[in-house]
C-alpha cells in the first residue's frame, strides 16, 4: 500500500502535526508492507527534509514552484492529487489542522475518493477499511467504513504520537502544472501575527473569559503565556466583545486545541466552550465560584479571584525559571 501524507511546513519548518501524520502513515505502512511518501508543497530547504524521513517517509516529493508560495486549498489540493495519482497510491493523510481542513475535502473530490476527518484510530481493514472518528464536538464517536478505492483520511492533531523510524528519504522534485492565471482565486496578502505561539500547535494554553472583567486585564494572561511559552486563548463572548481577537476564541464554534495542558482563567465552563478544549491532557480552572462547571472538567482547580491569584502564579512561574536558568 502507498501511502501519502501531506508534510505541513509554516515558513519552511514542518509542523509538528504533519510529523505525527508521517509517523501515523509509517505505521500503517508497516502493517501492510507499505511505503510512505511525504509531500512538501512550497519552500522548504532541503535541509530539512531529513525530519520526515527520521519519522518514516519513504520518499519526499517536493512542489516548490512559486504559484505554491501562499498556502492556498485550491493550489495545494491539486498538487496533493497530482502526487496521489503519480505515486498510484491509495491512502492519502492530512493533519486535520486549518490548512488541513481546507485540502481535504478537495483532495478527496479531485479523486473520486472516500473522507473521513477527525480520525482517531489507525485503520482497522480486517473487514474492510473502518476509522474511528470523533463526531457532536468530541462528545461522541463514529466508525466509519471507506469503500472507495482511494481514501483520504484527515487525522486529529496530537492524536497520535510522534514515532521514530529513522530512514532516509529520496527526494523528487515534482511539478503539476499549475499556472497562477488558471485559479478560480488569488491569495493577495497574509499578514501573519508573529513571534506568538500558534495556537492550534501549542502544547500549553493559557485562557481567559469574562472573570477578567476587561481587554486591560489581559496582561495577566499575556504574563503567563510568556513565561510558561505558551499560547493565548479566550471564550467566545470575550472575542465577540473584542476584548480578543477571533483567532483566540476556542469550543464549538471555535478552535479545537488539545494542548498538554490548558489553564482557563475566569471562564466557567459551558458545553460550548469544553467542546473545544475537552481533550487537553491536563486542564487547571481557576474560578472564584466554586460551583463553576469547569471544575468538573478539571483536573486541578483553584477557587479564587483571578485578579489575586494569577499575580500569585506569575511570580511562582518566575522564581521557577530563573532556578532553572
Ligand atoms: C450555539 C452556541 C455556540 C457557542 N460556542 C461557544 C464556543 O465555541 N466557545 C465558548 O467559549 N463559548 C461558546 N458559547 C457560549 C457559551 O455557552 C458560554 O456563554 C461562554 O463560554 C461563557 O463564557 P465565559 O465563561 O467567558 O463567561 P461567563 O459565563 O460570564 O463566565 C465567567 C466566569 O468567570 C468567573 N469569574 C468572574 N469573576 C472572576 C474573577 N475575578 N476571578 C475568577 N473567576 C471569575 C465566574 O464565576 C464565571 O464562572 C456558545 C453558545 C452557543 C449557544
Known sequence: MKIIVFAENQEGQFKK????????????????NGSVIAVSIGHV???????????????????????????FGETYSKALAHATKNAGAELVIISNTYSGKTIAPRTAAQLGAGIVSGVI????????FNVRRTVFSGKAFADVAINTSIKVLAITPNSFSLIENNKTASIENMDAGISSDTLASKS?????????????????????????KGPENWH????????????????KPVSDI???????????TGITIKPNLYIAIGISGAIQHLAGVSA?????????????????????????????VLPKI???????????A
Not at 496578502?189 to 495556537?199: D, H, I, P, T
Not at 506569575?314 to 532553572?324: G, L, M, P, T, Y
Open 188 to 212: 493577495i496578502e497574509v499578514a501573519r501575527a508573529s513571534g506568538k505561539v500558534v495556537l492550534t500547535e501549542a502544547e500549553l494554553v493559557v485562557s481567559g473569559g469574562r472573570g477578567m
Open 314 to 324: 506569575i511570580e511562582a512561574a518566575k522564581s521557577f525559571k530563573s532556578q532553572q
Open 242 to 252: 473584542h476584548w480578543r481577537p477571533h483567532s483566540e476564541h476556542v469550543g464549538q
Open 45 to 71: 530547504s532541503n535541509d530539512k527534509f531529513a525530519e520526515l524521513g527520521k519519522y518514516g517517509a519513504d520518499q519526499i516529493f517536493n512542489y516548490s514552484q512559486e504559484v505554491f508560495n501562499t498556502f
Open 220 to 235: 495577566l494572561i499575556e504574563s503567563l503565556a510568556d513565561i510558561l511559552g505558551a499560547a493565548t486563548a479566550c471564550s
Open 17 to 32: 502535526s504533519s510529523l505525527e501524520a508521517v509517523s501515523y502513515a509509517a505505521q500503517i505502512a508497516a502493517a501492510h
Open 121 to 128: 484510530s489507525y485503520p482497522n481493514t480486517d473487514n474492510g
Open 280 to 308: 487537553s491532557k491536563v486542564i487547571v480552572a481557576i474560578n472564584k465560584d466554586p460551583e463553576a462547571p469547569f471544575f468538573k472538567a478539571a483536573d486541578y482547580g483553584i477557587v479564587g479571584d483571578a485578579f489575586e
